[in-house]
């Protein structure tokens, strides 16, 4: 308001006395002035302003097509995942699924077979055989004698097989020799991932039968009838599984004893 006012005053001096510089003013013409004046030329060293190219009224129906050329400049992606649920292999597996045209033939369809896992946890008691569970775990390897006949088994009965008289415990010698051998090379499913394997008989001094056990420390592809008679040491698991798998035996020759 005070520059106003002081413009009106001394003719717009800042200063009074001293003569006031106006600045010169830009006049220009619109482009629609210079059409109605018949196309006016421009000063030179001024560059012409593009107007607007006039816009045209689409039909309604046309407004959503898209020329050719444009579809094919940017085709439509579409993304199949994004329509449909992932497909996993989690589930039931479904090997048989039929189904007859005609519902009345239901009766006689064939039944549908799946795969699926079991796994189920049960009590199991080994009765008269506990002891023999019991002497694993504490290195000892158990046999039992008849009361009657004096007839000696390494693997343990409650009775004898030869006269029915009940039995008792007694410790089998920790070593004895190979009275045969067989290489597996398949087995149940607990001992498939340790396939091959070699399955021995051994035969302890002073014992009627003979103890079924695995014998380790031997190549089973280097297997040899030499192995027959071979001199064998009983070792144990130091932590027990209360499997019969708890003791095997090693050869004695180079295998030090523990």
Same mark, same amino acid.
């Given at each position: 308001?005070?520059?106003?006012?002081?413009?009106?005053?001394?003719?717009?001096?800042?200063?009074?006395?001293?003569?006031?510089?106006?600045?010169?003013?830009?006049?220009t013409?619109?482009?629609?002035?210079?059409?109605?004046?018949?196309?006016a030329?421009?000063?030179?060293?001024?560059?012409?302003?593009?107007?607007?190219?006039?816009?045209?009224?689409?039909?309604?129906?046309?407004?959503?097509?898209?020329?050719?050329?444009?579809?094919?400049?940017?085709?439509?992606?579409?993304?199949?995942?994004?329509?449909a649920?992932?497909?996993?292999?989690?589930?039931?597996?479904?090997?048989?699924?039929?189904?007859?045209?005609?519902?009345?033939? %239901?009766?006689s369809?064939?039944?549908?077979?799946?795969?699926?896992?079991?796994?189920?946890?049960?009590?199991?008691?080994?009765?008269?055989?506990?002891?023999?569970?019991?002497?694993?775990?504490?290195?000892?390897?158990?046999?039992?004698?008849?009361?009657?006949?004096?007839?000696?088994?390494?693997?343990?009965?409650?009775?004898?097989?030869?006269?029915?008289?009940?039995?008792?415990?007694?410790?089998?010698?920790?070593?004895?020799?190979?009275?045969?051998?067989?290489?597996?090379?398949?087995?149940?499913?607990?001992? %498939? +991932?340790?396939?091959?394997?070699?399955?021995?008989?051994?035969?302890?001094?002073?014992?009627?039968? %003979?103890?079924?056990?695995?014998?380790v420390?031997?190549?089973p592809?280097?297997?040899?009838?030499?192995?027959v008679g071979? +001199?064998?040491?009983?070792?144990?698991?130091?932590l027990?599984?209360?499997?019969?798998?708890?003791?095997?035996?090693?050869?004695?020759?180079?295998?030090?004893a523990?």
């Amino acid at each position: 308001m005070a520059r106003e006012r002081r413009r009106r005053e001394g003719g717009g001096a800042r200063h009074p006395g001293r003569p006031t510089k106006r600045r010169p003013v830009k006049r220009t013409v619109s482009a629609a002035r210079r059409r109605e004046a018949g196309g006016a030329r421009r000063p030179a060293g001024v560059a012409a302003k593009r107007s607007p190219a006039p816009r045209v009224a689409t039909p309604p129906a046309e407004r959503g097509a898209k020329s050719p050329a444009a579809s094919a400049r940017k085709p439509l992606r579409i993304y199949p995942e994004q329509f449909a649920l992932p497909e996993t292999d989690e589930g039931t597996v479904l090997f048989n699924v039929p189904f007859p045209a005609d519902l009345q033939d %239901l009766k006689s369809m064939a039944p549908i077979i799946i795969k699926q896992p079991y796994h189920i946890d049960y009590i199991h008691s080994y009765g008269q055989d506990s002891p023999f569970f019991a002497g694993l775990a504490n290195r000892k390897l158990l046999g039992t004698v008849c009361t009657a006949c004096g007839y000696r088994y390494a693997t343990p009965k409650r009775h004898c097989m030869e006269c029915g008289a009940e039995c008792d415990w007694f410790e089998l010698p920790q070593e004895g020799r190979v009275h045969t051998f067989t290489v597996c090379h398949f087995g149940s499913e607990e001992f %498939l +991932k340790e396939t091959p394997f070699v399955l021995a008989l051994i035969e302890f001094e002073g014992v009627n039968t %003979l103890f079924l056990t695995r014998l380790v420390g031997l190549d089973p592809a280097d297997a040899s009838l030499d192995w027959v008679g071979m +001199k064998v040491r009983a070792r144990f698991r130091r932590l027990s599984k209360f499997k019969p798998t708890d003791v095997y035996f090693v050869p004695t020759e180079g295998v030090p004893a523990r």
